[in-house]
């Protein structure tokens, strides 16, 4: 006698490959980088104010850490300078060029070829 369970059974369902399965989507893994403009989430991220305090918070790029840009009016007058200084280095003198007229050229007399 038939059972009434088995009339409720549905056949079983040929599978694919699993070559077949893989999603092609924009997460998948790359060897570089993922090429995009915009990241579907929010990355946690170390802002580091000009005072040097931290506040973790949530960004939309995968960064580690963000720096604020320091507000030069805000700075003293000699403080401003020495930061222009070194990051607008002076470009190096020329040296002089060295002259013969201080040179003995008879103690190298016996390297010459004759």
């Known amino acids: ?6 009339a409720l ?19 998948r893994a790359s060897v570089c980088r993922l090429h995009r403009q915009l990241y579907g989430r929010r990355y946690p991220v170390l802002l580091v104010s000009t005072d040097g305090s931290t506040v973790r918070l949530r960004y939309s790029e995968p960064k580690r850490i ?17 930061r222009l200084r ?11 060029e060295e002259s013969f007229e201080g040179i003995d050229l008879d103690t190298y007399k016996k390297f010459w070829k004759k």
């Open 9 to 27: 059974r549905l056949p079983p369902v040929s599978r694919l490959p699993l070559a077949a399965c893989v999603r092609s989507n924009s997460n």
């Open 1 to 6: 006698c038939p059972c009434p369970r088995s």
């Open 66 to 82: 963000l720096m604020l840009p320091l507000d030069s009016s805000t700075l003293p007058e000699a403080e401003r300078k020495a």
């Open 86 to 96: 070194r990051q607008f280095p002076s470009k190096p003198k020329a040296k002089a």
